[in-house]
């Protein structure tokens, strides 16, 4: 049987004007030509593109640009601290067959892609979407996960993600769509992306309409993180899919020198829901290698979420969340899962385990 994804990531993946190397960076004016050894020592371990959307949105004469910080490489990316880990918030101790991950019992990933339009330099799975990574399931893989969800009937969710599952084309995305759809038991497809950010252009009437089965509710969760980049065409993107009666969540990584004030925070959340876009999650950032210098204390993180409370309309308030290193689960943070220890916190899931967490802005 040909495998019903070749193909699958269409040629966007290779769109002219994504800047990709060193050479292309220097030349767009987005990093200086001294920085040239250490851009291309990074983009020998981790994949880089920065596509014409998110490059014209960066402030060339803004030495601390936000946007460029998140997505051109920087050497620091080189330094990688011993609590790192290359799978930080463990998809590979749930994974039962390739490309699924089983973490809560009503939902499941299908890790569809590996491939992203833009690549952030504080990916979760960088390490999974770098040079040499496999593009694609296999034909294998990919019927050994539709043959998983179908035997498990406690899940509800599929949650589309990779890589970018905006990275199918229209047509192989409804039949993605259409098989998850037989499937009685799943109701509801949640696709997490950038693209509606970083290539909204790919956003098309088709492929809203390929989202959509009988039987199937779809949800999408926008990745975004400041407010510069919801350009018009980002927000054109966003109202095809909220006109087309999709549900639009957000996810945020809370990044220093990116959103790591209350009032660019709000900002953002702010405007996400003036595009339909219901503010979802405020993450943490995950332990991934050389992320260090994105970081902020947890105590840091949770000053800056309780001064939104004051200012900030229930509609604009995501959830400040970790994902537990290890693959323990997401958990607010709130002082029910926290306690202050030497050096970080313990952290209790929501199954009552108990887990360290190094965080250097605490002393116990």
């Known amino acids: 049987m040909p495998n019903p994804l070749n ?12 800047l990709r190397t060193a050479d292309d960076l220097i030349g767009a004016g987005l990093a200086a030509p001294e920085a040239r050894a250490g851009l291309e020592e990074v983009a020998a371990r981790y994949a880089v593109a920065v596509t014409p959307t998110l490059a014209a949105a960066i402030d060339t004469t803004n030495a601390s640009d936000p946007i460029a910080r998140q997505f051109v490489p920087d050497a620091a990316e080189l330094k990688v601290r011993p609590e790192e880990l290359a ?3 463990g998809d590979d101790a749930h994974s039962p067959v390739p490309g699924v991950v089983h973490r809560y019992p009503d939902r499941a990933l299908l890790k569809i892609v590996g491939v992203c339009a833009v690549y952030c330099r504080f990916c979760f799975r960088r390490e999974m979407v770098g040079p040499g990574a496999a593009s694609l399931l296999s034909d294998d893989a990919l019927e050994q996960a539709f043959a998983y969800f179908a035997a498990h009937p406690d899940i509800w969710e599929v949650i589309l993600t990779g890589g970018d599952p905006f990275m199918l084309s229209a047509r192989r995305m409804g039949e993605v769509v259409g098989r998850l ?16 950010i970083a290539a909204p252009e790919r956003v098309t009437p088709a492929f809203v309409a390929a989202l959509k089965a009988p039987g199937i509710t779809p949800y999408v969760a926008v990745h975004v993180n400041h407010a510069r980049e919801l350009t018009p065409a980002a927000r054109a993107a966003l109202a095809r899919l909220a006109d087309a009666g999709i549900p639009l969540l957000s996810q945020t990584v809370l990044l ?14 702010r405007a996400l829901v003036e595009c339909r876009v219901k503010p979802y999650y405020l993450h943490h950032p995950d332990l991934a290698p050389g992320t260090g210098h994105f970081r902020l204390p947890i105590a840091e993180g949770q000053a800056l979420v309780r001064a939104l409370r004051g200012r900030l309309s229930g509609i604009a308030q995501p959830t400040y969340v970790l994902d537990i290193p290890g693959g323990a689960g997401k958990v607010p943070l709130t002082p029910g899962h926290l306690a202050a220890i030497e ?22």
């Open 7 to 18: 193909k699958l990531v269409s040629l966007a993946a290779r769109d002219q004007g994504t």
């Open 87 to 89: 799978d930080p918030i």
């Open 181 to 196: 759809a037989a499937i009685p038991h799943v109701k509801i497809v949640r696709h997490h992306t950038r693209v509606p």
């Open 256 to 269: 220093r020198g990116v959103n790591d004030e209350a009032g660019t925070l709000a900002e953002l959340f």
């Open 343 to 364: 050096g970080g916190y313990r952290v209790s899931d929501n199954c009552g385990g108990l887990h360290a967490y190094a965080d250097e802005g605490t002393n116990g």
